[in-house]
């Protein structure tokens, strides 16, 4: 469980700090001084600072700092990613150093930055797998592909089924049937096939853990074959040279997000058209979760993981909702629409109700996390305050 915990943070970090980073990278580059860039939220541990004399000081705690000519680089307490305060809710007055008397497109590249850096970095996470090893399925692959631990996987488990009944989930890999070791997913459909009616032994392998579980076969209408009521394929290790992982890389980047971006889409539509939010959408609680099953499995599925969870946020926050970055640029929009741009006040309102909602969903979403993993996030609770 210390693994579960330690996996979560750092991942969590890396992806918020990344994101942070781009928004901070860029406002340099555009003649910008943030007021604090720091590593984790505040409370302030520790920072340092070029003062208005030219040396560097260090600052302890959450005191103001009022003689610093440039921006404060801090430490802080709370280990969850990074922020920067670039001051863009602030009155600008005349102030060239201030984020609202940039021009529209250098506040729109600040703004933008932060998805953009995940984007890189999920294309960097998955260019880096490729090289060492990434799980996929291996239908279909190039002759460039060097194939290892070849295995057959159940992508889909149907409702009501022998495999359903016996607990079978998403994930789960199929070492052997009654002792027997199946070597692609045609063999063993066929073996289901000829033991209608027979319990049989599945040795089941979930999150590095390995267990068995009698299941009988019985005739299945939407086949007309026998079967236990699952979805396979046949998956494995996939590595590739050096060159060959970059271009993969970009686009296996470029495919994820296209996927997601469907997903994003169905969600929203059953969100607008009185649906509600989807049992598979997960919240922090999920991901917590999720994150210690993935840990269990090994550094490759961390690094997978990882990339997918990047390009989500990416395109959470590229949305036009207020409170995200997509919502700020939407005001920016509005501002070269009308001439002028949005009275601060009114835009502010604008942001923190879009914060109050967002806020809501997250504890729709996490509510539904408890219901949904339930015994495991106690067991989670447990472990930390036990």
């Known amino acids: ?62 005191k103001e700092v009022k003689d610093a000519a440039d921006t404060i ?8 990613g990074g922020f920067v305060e670039l001051g863009e809710d602030e009155e600008a007055g005349d102030d060239p150093n201030h ?26 996470l998955i260019s880096v797998g490729y090289m060492i090893g ?24 149907s409702e009501n089924s022998p495999a359903e009944n016996a607990g079978l989930t998403v994930g789960d890999i199929i070492l052997s049937v009654n002792g027997n070791f199946l070597e692609n997913t045609d063999s063993l459909e066929k073996y289901a096939h000829e033991n209608i009616g027979q319990e049989l032994n599945y040795f089941i392998e979930r999150g590095g853990e390995q267990f068995e579980e009698k299941i009988m076969p019985v005739m299945r209408e939407e086949t007309g074959r026998g079967g236990i009521g699952i979805g396979i394929v046949e998956t494995g290790i996939v590595k590739y040279s050096f060159f060959t992982s970059i271009w993969k890389g970009a686009q296996t980047t470029v495919d994820l997000t296209g996927a997601i971006l469907g997903a994003f889409y169905g969600l929203l539509k059953n969100i607008f058209t009185g649906h509600g939010v989807g049992a598979d959408v997960a919240g922090p609680v999920g991901i917590a979760i999720l994150t210690g099953q993935v840990a269990r499995m090994g550094f490759v599925y961390i690094l997978q993981f990882a990339a997918m969870l990047s390009i989500n946020l990416a395109i959470i926050n590229v949305l036009p909702f207020p409170a995200l970055d997509g919502g700020r640029v ?57």
């Open 1 to 62: 469980m210390f693994l579960t915990i330690i996996t979560f943070l750092v991942v969590l970090s890396l992806l918020v700090f990344v994101h942070e980073f781009g928004h901070f990278w860029t406002a340099r580059k555009l003649g910008l001084k943030p007021r604090e860039f720091g590593f984790g939220f505040k409370p302030r541990a520790i920072g340092i600072y070029k003062s208005t004399d030219g040396t560097w000081k260090k600052v302890k705690g959450s």
């Open 73 to 80: 680089y801090s430490l802080n307490w709370l280990p969850l």
């Open 99 to 124: 984020f609202a008397n940039k021009k529209p497109w250098e506040r729109t590249l600040i703004l933008l930055a932060g998805v953009t850096m995940n984007m890189i970095l999920a294309f960097v």
């Open 134 to 157: 990434l799980p996929q399925v291996i239908d279909d692959l190039d002759s460039n592909a060097n194939i290892l631990s070849e295995q057959i996987q159940v992508v889909s488990v």
């Open 330 to 386: 939407l005001f920016i929009i509005i501002e070269k629409i009308k001439g002028s741009p949005v009275k601060r006040e009114i835009e502010g309102m604008f942001h923190y109700i879009g914060f109050a909602l967002l806020m809501l969903l997250v504890l729709v979403v996490t509510f539904k996390d408890v219901a949904r993993y339930g015994d495991a996030f106690k067991g989670l609770i447990e472990k930390i305050v036990g």
